[in-house]
C-alpha cells in the first residue's frame, strides 16, 4: 500500500497540527496506522498508532495532546496534536501494517508501508 502524509508547515507554539495520511487503498481498515516522527538530528519516534480494531495507542510525549481517528474518507487516516512546542518540530512520517499487535505497535519494523513525511515547524 502506498502512503502520502500531507498537512505539514509552520505552526506557531501553542497552536494545533492536523495531519492526514491518504493511503491508495479504497479502505485502510485492514491495516494498523501509526504516526513517527524525527526531529532534527534526532531518531525517529513513535507518536501514535490506530489499530485494525481501532483501537489508539500514544507515546507518552503526546499523550494528552494528541488524537488519532480515521478520517471521513475510508482510506485516510487523521494525526491531531494541540498545543505545539518546538519539542514538537520534526518530519512527520506515516506508516502502516498488516501484522501489527499490542507487542510491537510502536516499533518500526511493524509498519511495511511507509509515506514520504511531511514537515511540521513550530516557531515559538
Not at 501553542?14 to 532534527?40: D, H, K, N
Not at 490506530?50 to 499523550?63: E, F
Not at 507487542?103 to 511531511?118: H, I, K, L
Request: proline share 1%.
Amino acid at each position: 500500500v502506498q502512503l502520502q502524509a500531507s498537512g505539514g508547515g509552520l505552526v506557531q507554539a501553542g497552536g494545533s497540527l492536523r495531519l492526514s495520511c491518504a493511503a491508495s487503498l479504497r479502505t485502510i481498515s485492514g491495516y494498523a496506522v501509526a504516526w513517527f516522527r524525527q526531529a532534527p538530528g534526532m531518531e525517529r519516534k513513535f507518536v501514535g498508532a490506530i489499530n485494525r480494531s481501532g483501537g489508539i495507542s500514544y507515546a507518552d510525549s503526546v499523550k494528552g495532546r494528541a488524537t488519532i481517528s480515521r478520517g471521513d474518507a475510508r482510506n485516510t487516516v487523521i494525526l491531531q496534536i494541540n498545543s505545539l512546542s518546538a519539542d514538537d518540530t520534526a518530519v512527520y512520517y506515516c506508516a502502516a501494517g498488516s501484522s501489527v499487535i499490542m507487542s510491537n505497535v510502536a516499533s518500526q519494523a511493524a509498519y511495511g508501508s511507509w509515506g514520504q513525511g511531511t514537515l511540521v515547524t513550530v516557531s515559538s
